[in-house]
């Protein structure tokens, strides 16, 4: 499925280099009795207090020989990637990363998801909030030294739009005019991108939508170098340039050498001056994290967080740590086909009667909390006025008799001759390692027997989206804006796919859905959400499961990295330095 904001499908990359897209949370197979980490608490913790944001390192005079020489050069770790260096075409999440120094967008998000301008020096809606006007920086230019104009920029939107584009960008989401007409043939450029200026671009929208700010402001492909053998209809010729990328961000493409690293040179005609530091790499080199840290071949790397891998980070003493929450969230789906999640009674008590906070206190060691709604508490968007559904047995039990489940003779409830018999899929992961024993546990004692089955990652999404499942857990990609998280809620667009409901349906919702993409005022739609959250909390898509911390480690001397829980670490780039 196509994203509606390019830079999405990677941004969970950028901030913890770790695997992109809807990821299922993991689980073993189905255990009779409780696995030790699910039945034991974590042993006494000896991590010192460590507080979100960057927790300074100790003791520089420890840092290993090799990073203490590095001068000019950061180096992050980073998981293999494909070789597509083009933000608008690659389909490996990691390539994101690759381009996300290459490439700067218009528009850009701050730390809670609001928009910042970036090649953009400003922007103004129109009254009627249809049409955008950007106004681009003075003197821009591409890391070869050619200006960047608004040809550059209505070159990419169009590029966009053509029949032949399979990227993973659906520009179709903002709604520019002409658009469709320009995709089917039937206009030769599109009637709603006007070129005011070399530094000016006005873009008109047939309808209303808070993403379209994002989605018309993004990264900048240069038309001299992508577009000069273009023809409608014939994107082929660029499969040429994807190992080649050329643009306008904080560093400019070196070389790939796969199997071991992206290498790239400060860009000396960054809109915002040269960086300081003059070498960036990406290390894909497969190893042991920690131990990359503890020689210096790196500076930065991702964790699992745990109590754990924080000790270790803080006796090095040499390494900042970062620490934030997510905007991402994790969730089991229901299966809306299945007849017996059509009541939402049943739906409530599958949440009351899951002890969510201990199967994350169990996993995350206090790293992570219970979500109550499909949004992040670092958004703008966020509220917590909504039903915290606390782990309630006996209000779990209440419900399910109230919609007619009844025990049967062997415990297991039963309505309609059918007993209460559910099918959870997942593939193996450390969070479902602690769930499945507890939720066999705990829907065991409200009489619902619980079925779980491992397998691949491939073989779930398969099953889930022909609907061949009760429920399954997934995690969200990190999120941008709200209507990310819930656009899958819709009657109309949520039905199939991994994310799908298969079959949820609440007008209320889908009137809701609508209302906050229909304005551009920020107060006003976080009101929309704050009414959205209320009602998917009475009548829940999914259970809900958790938010949870991004660990990352980076070597002292290096100063100005603060991880962004929308971008990572490529908002940094351009201002770090080496002490």
Not at 321 to 335: E, H
Not at 346 to 355: E, K, M, N, P
Not at 452 to 464: I, P, V
Not at 507 to 512: C, G, I, S
């Amino acid at each position: 499925m196509k994203k509606s904001f390019s830079r999405l499908f990677t941004s969970f990359l950028l901030g913890a280099l770790l695997v992109t897209g809807c990821s299922s949370e993991g689980a073993s197979p189905a255990a009779t009795t409780p696995t030790p980490a699910a039945a034991e608490a974590p042993a006494p913790s000896k991590v010192q207090d460590i507080k979100d944001g960057v927790n300074p390192a100790t003791d520089l005079s420890r840092l290993p020989e090799a990073a203490a020489k590095r001068t000019d050069t950061f180096i992050a770790g980073l998981t293999e990637p494909g070789g597509v260096f083009n933000p608008f075409f690659y389909h490996n999440g990691y390539d994101g990363n690759v381009t996300s120094a290459i490439f700067e967008p218009l528009v850009d998000v701050d730390e809670t998801g609001k928009p910042v301008p970036k090649l953009a020096e400003k922007w103004d809606v129109s009254p009627d909030q249809l049409t955008y006007t950007f106004h681009l920086r003075p003197n821009l230019k591409f890391s070869d030294g050619s200006p960047l104009t608004a040809e550059d920029v209505a070159f990419t939107l169009t590029i966009l739009h053509d029949k032949a584009y399979d990227g993973e960008t659906d520009i179709f989401v903002a709604g520019i005019k002409g658009g469709r007409a320009y995709k089917e043939g039937k206009a030769a450029s599109i009637e709603g991108i006007k070129v005011i200026d070399p530094q000016t671009i006005q873009i008109t929208t047939e309808k209303v939508n808070a993403k379209a700010l994002l989605l018309l402001g993004g990264q900048v492909l240069s038309k001299a170098y992508y577009g000069k053998n273009y023809t409608p209809g014939n994107l082929e010729y660029l499969r040429t340039l994807h190992g080649k990328p050329l643009g306008a961000g904080p560093y400019k493409f070196e070389a790939y050498i796969p199997g071991q690293e992206v290498r790239y040179l400060a860009n000396e005609h960054y809109y915002a001056g040269k960086p300081k530091i003059e070498h960036f790499i990406y290390k894909t080199t497969e190893g042991d994290a920690l131990q990359f840290i503890q020689t210096g071949e790196m500076d930065y790397n991702s964790f699992t967080v745990n109590q754990d891998n924080i000790e270790q980070l803080q006796e090095l003493g040499y390494v900042n740590i970062n620490l934030y929450t997510s905007s991402a969230y994790s969730y089991i789906k229901f299966n809306h086909a299945r007849p017996f999640f059509l009541d939402k009674r049943v739906r409530q008590a599958f949440i009351y009667g899951l002890d969510r906070q201990k199967i994350l206190d169990l996993t995350y060691q206090g790293y992570a909390q219970v979500a109550n709604a499909p949004i992040s508490p670092v958004s703008w968007a966020y509220t917590d006025e909504v039903n915290p559904y606390p782990y309630d047995p006996e209000k779990a039990k209440q419900l399910l008799d109230e919609a007619g489940w009844k025990p049967g003779a062997d415990g297991i409830r039963e309505k309609d001759g059918q007993k209460l018999v559910v099918h959870y899929y997942t593939s193996k992961g450390k969070l479902s390692d602690v769930l499945i024993p507890i939720a066999k546990e705990n829907y065991k004692e409200l009489g619902i027997q619980f079925e779980a089955e491992m397998m691949d990652f491939n073989a779930l999404l398969a099953r889930t989206e022909k609907g061949d499942h009760d429920l399954a857990s997934f995690s969200t990609p990190m999120l941008v804006d709200p209507s990310d998280g819930v656009e899958v809620f819709s009657t109309k667009n949520g039905q199939s796919g991994a994310s799908g409901t298969n079959g949820y349906s609440n007008a209320k919702v889908d009137e809701l859905l609508e209302a906050g993409l229909a304005t551009l005022d920020i107060d006003k739609r976080k009101e929309v959400y704050k009414q959205l959250y209320k009602e998917l909390s009475e009548d829940p898509p999914y259970i809900f499961l958790g938010y949870r911390k991004i660990l990352s480690a980076h070597n002292g001397k290096i100063k100005g990295l603060e991880p962004n829980p929308f971008t990572g670490i490529s908002t940094s780039l351009p201002g770090l330095s080496i002490e």
